[in-house]
């Protein structure tokens, strides 16, 4: 047959196997076919004896200079075998006369320079190098080290919490140990990033809850059914009965700072309220009431001694908080603006147009209008170099102040996102914390955008929130308040 026959035409053509083409293939070679170096055959033991003393003379009669240029030359022509010899004897013999940690770089160089190189590791390296020895374990708890640790962006606190923490420790411990801080501060984070929190509800507004504030001790919260309530964080009821009525529409808005409270409704108005303390709240009471809004005031802020407020008749205005007198009127906007948030420098504002617009807050000029949303901006949050927002669309966008552009974008198919419209969110420097009417809240991390951990409790849209770092407060068209405490779970500590 044809391939018989071009077998053995192969086969012919081959060339005799003889001493000088024959190849010799080992199991041990991983590169392919090559040929085995043929080791020389030495001399007879006697003779190499023989040698072997000569040699040896010759090597003592050498100077130092001699000795290193011989052994230089006798490297040069040793093979594999003889360099794996002389490292395993050498390595002894170098060591022989250091102390037992001769090869621990930290033991050797200034505490200063190792504290400087153990600053540049995680906790978990850091925590892996106490296992180290005595040395590395008393280094790496230097305090230093877990002060620089606190104050990464991943374990800041807002000022007021960490000085808080830091007064209740050294009340507790006479200094401030800092390793302890960070621990605490760590194991808060993973409250965070697991979602492990307690979850307390506040129940007994007859509407849906629309707009929520908190501080240390109460929760406000304004709703549809036209009041504002203030409950005690340290019970379920309602902060000694407290309901403050003068509103004549859904309260839409509000911004509470100590003692004073700041509320925008549909009945177009702005009210500034007292709540100083007294016996029975009877101090409680309207203090300032602004008029210049034609339709609902959706959105607030206070701070610097003004409001700056947003409303349905497409204008934002300025007002002084002391007497409601309005210090200017901003417009730009085609339709309602619901959203809201300055500086010292700078208005930021989302509306109904899908835009959101910079504004010069000492001018009233605008300065810049990001497009990008497909429907209505519903909140905003910025700091010195970006600005987060959220929309009907479902969606969150981080945009760059500077050039302007959207950066980012948070949605269902990229990030696990909301699937009902973006109601709320605020922003610190590591974290977002969103709302939507999927009845969830959700946190993300705002360097990667990637979602954290999803938050369900409430059984309709999430209307509004606030946090800290500490907890989340939160309202819904359930007509409840929600109080996320990240602080109470009792989780194991990390071995530190």
């Known amino acids: 047959s044809r391939v018989s026959s071009l077998k053995k035409e192969v086969n012919n053509s081959k060339p005799a196997l003889t001493s000088r083409n024959r190849v010799s293939y080992s199991p041990l070679l991983s590169f392919g076919r090559r040929k085995r170096f043929r080791r020389p055959r030495g001399v007879p033991t006697v003779q190499f004896h023989s040698h072997l003393k000569t040699m040896l003379g010759w090597y003592e009669e050498f100077d130092d200079a001699q000795k290193n240029d011989f052994l230089k030359q006798l490297l040069e022509v040793s093979n594999s075998p003889q360099t794996h010899l002389l490292s395993s004897l050498m390595g002894?013999?170098?060591?022989?006369?250091?102390?037992?940690?001769?090869?621990?770089?930290?033991?050797?160089?200034?505490?200063?320079?190792?504290?400087?190189?153990?600053?540049?590791?995680?906790?978990?390296?850091?925590?892996?190098?106490?296992?180290?020895?005595?040395?590395?374990?008393?280094?790496?708890?230097?305090?230093?080290?877990?002060?620089?640790?606190?104050?990464?962006?991943?374990?800041?606190?807002?000022?007021?919490?960490?000085?808080?923490?830091?007064?209740?420790?050294?009340?507790?411990?006479?200094?401030i140990p800092w390793r302890q801080v960070f621990i605490e501060r760590y194991n808060l984070q993973q409250n965070w990033l697991n979602g492990n929190c307690y979850v307390r509800t506040f129940e007994g507004h007859t509407q849906g809850i629309t707009c929520v504030q908190f501080d240390d001790y109460r929760i406000v919260s304004g709703s549809s059914d036209k009041t504002i309530k203030v409950w005690s964080t340290?019970?379920?009821?309602?902060?000694?009965?407290?309901?403050?009525?003068?509103?004549?529409?859904?309260?839409?808005?509000?911004?509470?700072?100590?003692?004073?409270?700041?509320?925008?409704?549909s009945d177009c108005?702005?009210?500034?309220?007292?709540?100083?303390?007294?016996?029975?709240?009877?101090?409680?009471?309207?203090?300032?009431?602004?008029?210049?809004?034609?339709?609902?005031?959706?959105?607030?802020?206070?701070?610097?001694?003004?409001?700056?407020?947003?409303?349905?008749d497409h204008t934002l205005k300025k007002w002084r908080l002391d007497t409601g007198e309005c210090l200017a009127t901003l417009r730009g906007h085609l339709a309602a603006v619901l959203s809201v948030q300055f500086d010292?420098?700078?208005?930021?504002?989302?509306?109904?147009?899908?835009?959101?617009?910079?504004?010069?807050?000492?001018?009233?000029?605008?300065?810049?209008?990001?497009?990008?949303?497909?429907?209505?901006?519903?909140?905003?949050?910025?700091?010195?170099?970006?600005?987060?927002?959220?929309s009907l669309d479902t969606q969150i966008k981080v945009w760059d102040i500077q050039s302007e552009r959207c950066i980012q974008t948070l949605d269902w198919a990229s990030a696990e996102g909301h699937t009902g419209v973006v109601r709320c969110l605020q922003a610190d420097t590591w974290r977002i914390v969103s709302a939507a009417d999927d009845k969830t809240l959700k946190v993300w991390s705002?360097?990667?955008?990637?979602?954290?951990?999803?938050?369900?409790?409430?059984?309709?849209?999430?209307?509004?929130?606030?946090?800290?770092?500490?907890?989340?407060?939160?309202?819904?068209?359930?007509?409840?308040?929600?109080?996320?405490?990240?602080?109470?779970?009792?989780?194991r500590d990390v071995k530190i």
Request: glycine content about 10%; some cysteine.
């Open 446 to 491: 705002l360097e990667s955008g990637k979602r954290l951990v999803t938050l369900r409790e409430h059984t309709d849209g999430v209307t509004c929130l606030q946090f800290n770092d500490l907890k989340i407060v939160s309202g819904s068209y359930d007509k409840t308040v929600k109080l996320w405490d990240f602080t109470r779970p009792f989780v």
């Open 344 to 390: 010292g420098n700078k208005i930021v504002s989302g509306s109904c147009d899908n835009t959101i617009k910079v504004w010069s807050f000492d001018t009233g000029e605008c300065l810049s209008t990001l497009s990008g949303h497909n429907n209505a901006v519903t909140c905003i949050h910025f700091d010195h170099s970006r600005i987060v927002s959220g």
């Open 234 to 265: 340290r019970s379920n009821t309602p902060w000694g009965g407290l309901t403050l009525r003068g509103h004549s529409g859904t309260v839409r808005c509000l911004h509470l700072n100590n003692n004073q409270l700041v509320s925008g409704s």
């Open 269 to 312: 108005t702005i009210k500034v309220w007292d709540l100083a303390e007294g016996v029975g709240w009877s101090r409680s009471r309207c203090t300032v009431t602004m008029v210049g809004h034609s339709h609902t005031v959706r959105c607030l802020q206070v701070g610097l001694g003004v409001v700056v407020s947003g409303s349905y």
């Open 92 to 175: 002894p013999v170098l060591h022989a006369n250091c102390p037992h940690n001769c090869t621990d770089i930290l033991y050797w160089l200034p505490p200063s320079i190792g504290l400087e190189i153990l600053g540049y590791l995680d906790v978990y390296t850091l925590v892996e190098c106490q296992s180290v020895n005595k040395y590395w374990y008393n280094l790496s708890c230097d305090a230093k080290l877990w002060r620089n640790l606190c104050f990464r962006p991943f374990y800041r606190l807002g000022q007021k919490v960490a000085s808080q923490q830091l007064e209740i420790i050294k009340a507790r411990h006479g200094y």
